[in-house]
């Protein structure tokens, strides 16, 4: 049985085989390079590949790299050729693969001209009220406030007189001082983490509850977590933490009708142009 790495690779090839033209340039001037078996490699193939300017020396190393590239790609067409299962239709797949590509790149032109990509929050939330059953958390997730600040960052105990930034000034106060001073820091407060990853930045973490407050240092380190609401494993997932996904599934269904649109619209198009005939009805 052909593994379908295997059969990939081939399809590929014979794909690229099939959109090469046919006839080889023999004038009677050209240089023949190289040549595998009944294939052959003529210097005017290479036209344009030796850049303007290039020393003879440079010329001749850039033509005989394509001439061991060229070889080598050959020799493996041939043995891939030789490796074809007699029951494998190969013009079949080739038609379909390029049907495919060029069915993706015809669907892809209507999204990027004609899909409406612009999703109100009041669609984002009617979508999640109809479905956030299905959206069952899988892990332990958390809104939270963190800094983690270097023991050698200047002015440390001004970043605990603002600290957890309880006001508007002071909490503007600190992003500055974390963006010019922190390693890290989590300061969106409608952004949801996993608790998992907060661990791998805070050590003693894990068993935080909502507005608990961790102050702590190591020998490197000082941490600024609080915790402003926390999510157990098989809740329902919040709005927030699923936000982005429910954007992309509502794009996906957008796509979906369009795609439906327009293949109606061309059908009743060319149905009254007596260009589409069934004989099954």
Request: proline share 5%.
């Amino acid at each position: 049985m052909l593994r379908f790495p295997s059969f990939l690779f081939i399809l590929t090839i014979c794909f690229l085989a099939s959109c090469t033209p046919v006839e080889e340039t023999t004038e009677e001037n050209d240089v023949e390079l190289a040549k595998v078996f009944s294939k052959k490699l003529f210097l005017s193939e290479l036209e344009g590949m030796v850049p303007e300017g290039a020393t003879p020396e440079d010329s001749t190393k850039i033509i005989n790299a394509e001439v061991e590239r060229w070889t080598r790609e050959t020799l493996l067409m041939q043995e891939a050729e030789k490796n074809i299962p007699a029951d494998l239709n190969i013009d079949e797949l080739v038609r379909d693969y390029r049907m495919s590509l060029i069915r993706h790149n015809y669907e892809q032109f209507l999204v990027e001209t004609q899909l409406d990509s612009v999703i109100s929050e009041q669609e984002i939330a009617q979508y999640y009220e109809k479905n956030k059953e299905q959206y069952q958390l899988q892990s332990n997730i958390l809104r939270c406030f963190l800094i983690k600040v270097p023991k050698s960052a200047p002015n440390i105990n001004q970043l605990q007189t603002w600290w957890p930034g309880n006001n508007p000034d002071n909490f503007k106060k600190m992003k500055d001082y974390a963006a010019q001073n922190a390693d890290f820091y989590m300061l969106d407060p409608k952004a949801w983490y996993q608790q998992s990853d907060l661990k791998t930045q805070v050590p003693n973490s894990y068993s935080l509850n909502p507005n608990q407050n961790l102050n702590q240092s190591d020998e490197n380190y000082f941490y600024f977590l609080k915790v402003l609401e926390k999510k157990s494993s098989k809740e329902l997932a919040p709005l927030g933490y699923i936000q982005d996904q429910i954007k992309k599934v509502i794009l996906h269904k957008r796509k979906m009708v369009l795609l439906d649109q327009r293949k109606e619209e061309l059908y009743d198009r060319e149905t009254s142009k007596n260009n589409v005939k069934i004989f099954t009805k």
